[in-house]
């Protein structure tokens, strides 16, 4: 079976219609296709010679498409290598700035922890001296306040304003020597420490706060589990090593001790 | 050219790396360039990876799972919460965090890879190896022993044969491979190791060192508090690293107990010559290993060309020294022991895919560096010994220390001249 239309009729139909463009041409006032295009009775042979030539112009069109296309494959692989280098540059530039700050930081952070450790460490002493400093001013007291009531009533007599400012003194000893000195230290030690505070601030450095919370594995690894069943399961109760953040990410793991599952 | 990705999916810890303009870049992520092969559930039931993972495994083993690759190719399963895995599923989860890493790093995605093995993997173990992969969505297009990688960063298109010795000392593990490369070819001769043995016993060796000797000076155990036992840990890890550099290291922890409420602190000169006298029987072991896999090749120790480090543990210079004085070659480390399994494996992907790549390159020095001093040469006393301080091949910037003293008593000058070359006498240098 054929549907093809038959050629004469479509030739006929094709030569009608290049007639009637012709003459719409010639139509348009001072432009003649005439005088342009040479009288050539269009045929079955011209028709050929055409669709021969734009069948190679289709071919030649394909070719260099398929160029076009290769070369564009091309160019998408060296722009995406363009980019991959693009978007390594800005990263590694930072990359490199804060490797190099990285043993800053971490100094940092090394005497941040000392001095909370040397603090923590004041503080204890500072407890215990002043109260083995008043156990033993008590204990001294105590004895002389003995040795005063087991004196007879003449020499009570005779050393009561004695015994009482001695007692005064105790009193006056007991309340204020030592804490003074302490408290004097420990008030330059927060400056230290405060002035270590407004550095890291400024450098964004963040101490970790970890006990009471729940162990967070994203910043704090448990070093070991104990049972407390005063606090919950997987609350920290201990920081074992504190952790940091630098410019909000996790610069070094925090080290806790946490509550066991139940 | 099409990127193909480079992963040592390692025991505990995993690297992926990538070519870029022919050079090889290990892609990492928050400063890290590993990612710890740990995978976990958290309270909430979310998937953990990495360090998180890691972070939780004292708290809840049940929900974590490590050391997975252990179990790779066996039918047996690990619960994961209230989910039993396979290990292929277990790693493919590890696969997909590396794959997602190398996206979020290019900006698109990247599909196929090339995923390490130990050279000792069974055919099954493999399998399962490229299975996890495929759960992971890459396509594996191959798979390659570990020691091949860390050849391939040296060697990767050799003209002769070549035959490589790969030291591997992990952190906890060691094995030893003989490598044969030729012409494209790659071929393990032999594998031996121990499974048990790598530098986290060298940190706990030199941890008790310290914390006896702490003991008999102050009659405490460090080991019986954890916070203080985490100190030296943590400080001890620090001085070996410190020791591969230079002949001592000071360990200094203020206030890390205290006796009967008096504070005590840790400081401590640790010499290198004791750290080496504490690691030699562990390191004469890792010998054996490598007598055993020459003799399993059939080979002599001439008859290999060159002595790769692989491995964090592989950096203490006594490996050096112990694996030089039997074999007789020179060792090489210019590539990081860390990562030349990964970057081994992304030069394995480039070849692949058709480029043509040359060794990982790193600027070393290509003669050992050292001073003249007065020593003993040929049997007599010399002013033109030849004082080793930087070894050839030590990548650059390299910083080394040494001790030394004077010649006389009061002495108040010294004239240090620098020598390169290998020769005893400088004046050969």
């Known amino acids: ?262 | 050219m099409e990127t193909i990705l480079g992963i040592d999916l390692g025991t505990t810890n995993s690297a992926v790396s990538i070519i870029r303009d022919g050079q090889t870049f290990v892609i990492e992520e928050d400063g890290q360039q590993s990612l710890p092969s740990v995978v976990g559930l958290d309270s909430e039931g979310k998937l953990l990876v990495g360090f998180p993972a890691r972070n939780q495994w004292a708290l809840a083993p049940e929900r974590t799972v490590r050391s997975i690759k252990r179990k790779m190719g066996s039918s047996e399963t690990v619960q994961l919460g209230s989910q039993a895995c396979t290990p292929q599923e277990i790693s493919a989860i590890i696969l997909r965090t590396l794959k997602e890493r190398a996206h979020r790093q290019l900006g698109r995605e990247v599909r196929k890879a090339v995923i390490t093995v130990p050279a000792f993997f069974t055919e099954q173990q493999r399998e399962a190896t490229r299975e996890a992969g495929e759960l992971a969505g890459l396509e594996v297009v191959r798979i390659i022993n570990e020691p091949t990688a860390a050849s391939l960063t040296y060697s990767p298109n050799p003209d002769k044969l070549e035959r490589l010795l790969v030291y591997d000392l992990g952190g906890g593990t060691f094995d030893v491979s003989i490598v044969q490369l030729e012409q494209g070819v790659v071929e393990v001769l032999s594998s031996h190791g121990d499974t048990q043995l790598g530098g986290d016993d060298f940190d706990e060796l030199l941890m008790n060192h310290v914390c006896d000797k702490f003991q008999a000076d102050n009659d405490v155990d460090l080991r019986a508090t954890p916070t203080a036992k985490s100190r030296v840990l943590n400080a001890v890890e620090e001085a070996k690293k410190q020791l591969s550099f230079e002949p001592l290291a000071n360990i200094q922890e203020e206030f890390i107990t205290e006796k009967a409420g008096m504070p005590l602190h840790l400081n401590m000169e640790i010499m290198r010559s004791d750290y080496e006298r504490l690691i030699e029987p562990l390191l004469e072991k890792t010998l054996r290993s490598v007598g055993e896999s020459l003799s399993d090749a059939k080979l002599l120790a001439n008859q290999i060309d060159r002595v790769i480090l692989v491995g964090g543990a592989s950096r203490t210079p006594l490996v050096h020294r112990m694996l030089h004085e039997q074999l007789g070659l020179p060792i090489h480390t210019e590539v990081d022991p860390d990562l030349c399994v990964s970057m081994g494996a992304a030069i394995q992907g480039g070849l692949i895919a058709g480029l043509d790549l040359g060794p990982v390159l790193v600027d070393i020095t290509p003669h050992t560096l050292g001073i003249a001093c007065i020593g003993d040469l040929n049997g007599h006393r010399s002013p033109f010994c030849f004082a080793e301080i930087i070894d050839r091949n030590t990548p650059l910037p390299a910083i080394r220390t040494d001790i030394f003293s004077t010649s006389h008593d009061s002495q108040t000058e010294i004239n240090i001249e620098v020598f390169q070359g290998e020769d005893p006498d400088v004046r050969h240098n």
């Open chain 1, 1 to 262: 079976m054929n549907d093809w239309p038959d050629h004469e009729q479509l030739l006929s139909r094709f030569r009608d219609w290049l007639t009637q463009t012709q003459a719409e041409c010639a139509s348009l006032d001072e432009y003649s296709v005439e005088d342009e295009l040479p009288h050539e009775k269009v045929g079955l042979y011209q028709l050929t010679e055409q669709l021969t030539a734009l069948r190679h112009d289709v071919k030649l069109l394909t070719k260099t498409s398929r160029g076009l296309e290769e070369r564009n494959e091309a160019t998408l692989l060296s722009m995406n290598a363009a980019i991959d280098q693009f978007r390594t540059v800005t990263p590694q530039q930072e990359a490199a700035a804060q490797e190099a700050a990285r043993p800053l930081v971490a100094a940092i952070i090394a005497l941040d922890e000392s001095l909370v450790r040397g603090r923590r460490v004041i503080e204890q002493a500072r407890r215990r001296i002043l109260e083995d400093w008043h156990v033993e001013l008590q204990e001294v007291r105590n004895r002389l306040d003995t040795l005063y009531r087991t004196q007879p009533w003449w020499r009570r007599a005779l050393i009561g304003p004695w015994h009482r400012a001695t007692r005064d003194v105790y009193a006056e000893h007991s309340l204020n020597t030592g804490r003074d000195i302490f408290d004097s230290l420990l008030e330059g030690y927060d400056l230290i420490q405060n002035r270590l505070q407004r550095t890291m601030q400024e450098q964004a450095i963040v101490r970790m706060q970890c006990v009471a919370k729940q162990a967070d594995p994203h910043c704090m690894t448990v070093v070991e589990v104990v049972n407390d069943p005063a606090h919950p399961p997987g609350a920290v109760v201990e920081e074992v090593r504190p952790g940091y953040y630098w410019n909000e990410n996790v610069f070094r793991f925090a080290e806790v001790k946490a509550v066991g599952q139940r």
